[in-house]
């Protein structure tokens, strides 16, 4: 009783506008109570005169006072306390079904009431003889979900035939001769297997854990390589351009000194040239003069000295500018004094012309080039530089899409985890073998009496020496697929595209190159085949093979399908192409037979 008047004086002393309990409590004339602060908030912002509660109006506004009995009882009930909030039960709370003003959060249902109780009201519970003996458990919202609905008694049975809840009634009715144990026993066993359950996740949540570690690891692998290859490759480039820069200055030096060399040597022969002109001019105004002399005497006193013509300084002028050959007038003399020399006829020369010739007045120089010639090296250098950076930078490119992140990603241990990467293929006519018949899906492969010339055209992707077939699909990263076959035997193989179609028996047949890797099956044995090496298979024969694939983690599977799943055998390896299916049937000598792509549903 005392814990229900302290209910009904919460409710009573609860101001009906802030829904708190009373502050500093005054009554309106119509005899409802409020907070003083909220009646006069809600009248002046109203700016009517009323009572929230019963909408009476007031004229004038009242004047208003504290209510001290109830501020009195406000501070009493305060200072005996109410229950608090977190007690009552909420929305998704299970109440008190015996609480009546108030409903409290129920502690405990009963299994035998049917009815949920706060733990004052559950207390009975703990002390009366009878009801110690009732099943009390967590509190539970639908009750009525535990009442069998045909015979209306508590389902405390279980049928193990049915997979369901019922009463001890449905056990003799109903569920007659089914597997029946009591709803405790099977609880039991259950949560024995939940714990089972629970060790499972805990486990794979170590290993997530370890895995997600892994990969953080991996992560920060990745950037700090990826930082450190961007830097030294920087660097590199950032020396090769300083050397480049380097040689450019070094050539520039040496061109400037070898210009000013050359550009001296010429100033100096082209001086002395100019030289040689004004003595010769000077000379030949003095022969000019002499000519003009009329003493004979005075003249051939003056004609040795002044007849005799000094060598030239630069006799080479020619090859030292490149031309080693002398005018047309030149050679004409040369050779004329080479017929007279052989002839009998007398010169017609005197003893002084006989002396060595003059320099030629019209020396031809050809075009030079000069340092055309570096040019040409820079060029030839330069397009060296780019036939290798274009060369290298391929394999720079190659080098950046071969950097993968391998996630690990475990092998499916069922065929249900396998079927989930199942892959449906159809069979590519233009590469099939012409003695190979292709079922209407493209599906089925059958070794024929007669080659399918009228249906098959002319293709280069076609076998010509063998019967085989590749996939029109090729093979995504991860995936499943299965053939079921029949006759003497089949070669079911992956292989690269650019595997030959025709010549040798190695450069075209699946497994025996390094292009394809293929499981031969017969009736009585396996093998497997790559590279022209072959590796004993044992395991149970089928006419089905699964075959699993994950190529960028190099995994190559092969098993046997009957009732179970079966291991023959595992590749690891790294593909560095897209794969495609195949199929190899034996010739109709060796038996024939057919392979199909099974389908699955």
């Given at each position: 009783m005392?814990?229900?008047?302290?209910?009904?004086?919460?409710?009573?002393?609860?101001?009906?506008?802030?829904?708190?309990l009373?502050?500093?409590?005054v009554?309106v004339?119509?005899?409802?109570?409020?907070?003083?602060?909220?009646?006069?908030?809600?009248?002046?912002?109203k700016?009517?005169y009323?009572?929230p509660?019963?909408?009476?109006?007031?004229t004038?506004?009242?004047?208003?006072?504290?209510n001290?009995?109830?501020?009195d009882?406000?501070?009493?009930?305060?200072?005996?306390?109410?229950?608090?909030?977190?007690?009552?039960?909420?929305?998704?709370?299970?109440?008190?079904?015996?609480?009546t003003?108030?409903k409290?959060?129920?502690?405990?249902?009963?299994?035998?009431?049917?009815?949920?109780?706060c733990?004052k009201?559950?207390q009975?519970?703990?002390?009366?003889?009878?009801?110690?003996k009732?099943?009390?458990?967590?509190?539970?919202k639908?009750?009525?979900?535990?009442?069998c609905?045909?015979?209306?008694?508590?389902?405390?049975?279980?049928?193990?035939?049915?997979?369901?809840c019922?009463?001890?009634?449905?056990?003799?009715?109903?569920?007659?001769?089914?597997?029946?144990?009591?709803?405790?026993?099977?609880?039991?066993?259950?949560?024995?297997?939940?714990?089972?359950?629970?060790?499972?996740?805990?486990?794979?949540?170590?290993d997530?854990?370890?895995?997600?570690?892994?990969?953080q690891q991996?992560?920060?692998?990745?950037?700090?390589?990826?930082?450190?290859?961007?830097?030294?490759?920087?660097?590199?480039?950032t020396?090769?351009?300083?050397?480049?820069?380097?040689?450019?200055?070094?050539?520039?030096?040496?061109?400037?000194?070898?210009?000013?060399?050359?550009?001296n040597?010429?100033?100096?022969?082209?001086?002395?040239l100019?030289?040689?002109?004004?003595?010769?001019?000077?000379k030949?105004?003095?022969?000019?003069?002499?000519?003009?002399?009329?003493?004979?005497?005075?003249?051939?006193?003056n004609?040795p000295?002044?007849?005799?013509?000094?060598?030239p300084?630069f006799?080479?002028?020619?090859?030292?500018?490149?031309?080693?050959?002398?005018?047309?007038?030149?050679?004409?003399?040369?050779?004329?004094?080479?017929?007279?020399?052989?002839?009998s006829?007398?010169?017609?020369?005197?003893?002084?012309?006989?002396?060595?010739?003059?320099?030629?007045?019209?020396?031809?120089?050809?075009?030079?080039?000069?340092?055309?010639?570096?040019?040409?090296?820079?060029?030839?250098?330069r397009d060296?530089?780019?036939d290798?950076?274009?060369?290298?930078?391929?394999?720079?490119s190659?080098?950046?899409?071969?950097?993968?992140?391998?996630?690990?990603?475990?092998?499916?241990?069922?065929?249900?985890?396998?079927?989930?990467?199942?892959?449906?293929f159809?069979?590519?006519?233009n590469?099939?073998?012409?003695?190979?018949?292709?079922?209407?899906?493209?599906?089925?492969?059958t070794?024929?009496?007669?080659?399918?010339n009228?249906f098959?055209?002319?293709?280069?992707?076609?076998?010509?020496?063998?019967?085989q077939?590749l996939?029109?699909?090729?093979?995504?990263?991860?995936?499943?697929w299965?053939v079921?076959?029949s006759g003497?035997?089949?070669?079911?193989?992956?292989?690269?595209?650019?595997?030959?179609?025709?010549?040798?028996?190695n450069e075209?047949?699946?497994?025996?190159?390094?292009?394809?890797?293929?499981?031969?099956?017969?009736?009585?044995?396996?093998?497997?085949?790559?590279n022209?090496?072959?590796t004993?298979?044992?395991?149970?024969?089928?006419?089905?093979?699964?075959?699993?694939?994950?190529?960028?983690?190099?995994?190559?599977?092969?098993?046997?399908?009957?009732?179970?799943?079966?291991?023959?055998?595992?590749?690891?390896?790294?593909?560095?192409?897209?794969?495609?299916?195949g199929?190899?049937?034996?010739?109709?000598?060796?038996?024939g037979?057919?392979?199909?792509?099974?389908?699955?549903?």
């Amino acid at each position: 009783m005392a814990q229900k008047r302290v209910q009904l004086h919460v409710e009573t002393f609860t101001c009906l506008i802030c829904l708190d309990l009373l502050k500093n409590p005054v009554t309106v004339p119509c005899g409802h109570s409020y907070c003083m602060n909220c009646i006069k908030r809600f009248w002046d912002k109203k700016n009517i005169y009323s009572c929230p509660q019963c909408r009476t109006t007031f004229t004038p506004r009242p004047v208003l006072g504290k209510n001290t009995i109830l501020a009195d009882l406000v501070k009493e009930l305060k200072k005996n306390g109410p229950p608090a909030d977190h007690l009552y039960a909420g929305p998704e709370d299970v109440a008190c079904d015996v609480c009546t003003e108030g409903k409290l959060k129920a502690l405990k249902s009963c299994l035998v009431c049917m009815v949920s109780y706060c733990e004052k009201h559950l207390q009975p519970h703990y002390h009366v003889a009878q009801l110690k003996k009732h099943k009390l458990v967590e509190p539970c919202k639908n009750l009525q979900d535990y009442i069998c609905p045909h015979h209306d008694e508590v389902m405390k049975m279980f049928c193990r035939t049915d997979q369901q809840c019922i009463c001890y009634l449905c056990s003799v009715d109903e569920h007659k001769g089914h597997d029946t144990v009591s709803a405790e026993t099977e609880r039991t066993e259950r949560q024995r297997e939940v714990k089972g359950h629970q060790q499972k996740i805990q486990r794979r949540i170590q290993d997530t854990e370890k895995d997600v570690k892994l990969l953080q690891q991996e992560l920060s692998a990745i950037i700090g390589s990826a930082d450190k290859a961007m830097k030294n490759s920087e660097k590199i480039f950032t020396e090769l351009i300083h050397l480049l820069e380097k040689r450019l200055s070094d050539m520039k030096q040496l061109l400037r000194s070898q210009q000013e060399t050359e550009v001296n040597r010429v100033k100096e022969l082209q001086k002395k040239l100019e030289q040689e002109i004004t003595e010769l001019k000077r000379k030949d105004a003095d022969l000019k003069q002499l000519s003009h002399t009329q003493n004979y005497i005075q003249f051939l006193h003056n004609y040795p000295s002044l007849s005799a013509l000094t060598e030239p300084q630069f006799p080479f002028v020619s090859t030292i500018l490149g031309n080693k050959s002398y005018s047309a007038s030149a050679s004409a003399s040369a050779s004329d004094s080479s017929d007279s020399s052989d002839s009998s006829e007398p010169s017609d020369c005197d003893s002084d012309c006989d002396s060595k010739p003059t320099k030629s007045s019209s020396i031809n120089i050809r075009s030079l080039r000069y340092f055309e010639d570096v040019t040409s090296a820079v060029s030839e250098l330069r397009d060296t530089l780019q036939d290798n950076l274009k060369k290298n930078w391929t394999n720079i490119s190659l080098a950046l899409t071969e950097v993968g992140v391998l996630l690990s990603q475990p092998e499916p241990k069922t065929r249900a985890g396998f079927l989930r990467h199942s892959q449906k293929f159809t069979l590519d006519p233009n590469t099939a073998h012409t003695q190979l018949l292709l079922s209407e899906e493209n599906r089925k492969a059958t070794v024929s009496n007669s080659r399918q010339n009228k249906f098959y055209f002319s293709h280069p992707d076609r076998f010509t020496h063998y019967c085989q077939v590749l996939s029109r699909e090729s093979l995504p990263e991860r995936c499943y697929w299965e053939v079921e076959w029949s006759g003497t035997g089949v070669y079911i193989a992956v292989a690269y595209k650019n595997i030959s179609r025709a010549g040798s028996m190695n450069e075209c047949v699946f497994g025996l190159n390094d292009k394809s890797w293929a499981l031969n099956c017969r009736q009585n044995c396996y093998e497997f085949w790559h590279n022209n090496i072959s590796t004993p298979v044992s395991g149970r024969q089928s006419s089905r093979i699964g075959v699993y694939l994950d190529h960028r983690a190099g995994i190559l599977s092969f098993y046997s399908i009957s009732k179970t799943m079966i291991l023959l055998h595992r590749v690891q390896t790294t593909f560095t192409q897209t794969l495609y299916a195949g199929l190899r049937l034996v010739g109709l000598l060796d038996g024939g037979g057919s392979a199909e792509f099974s389908k699955f549903n």
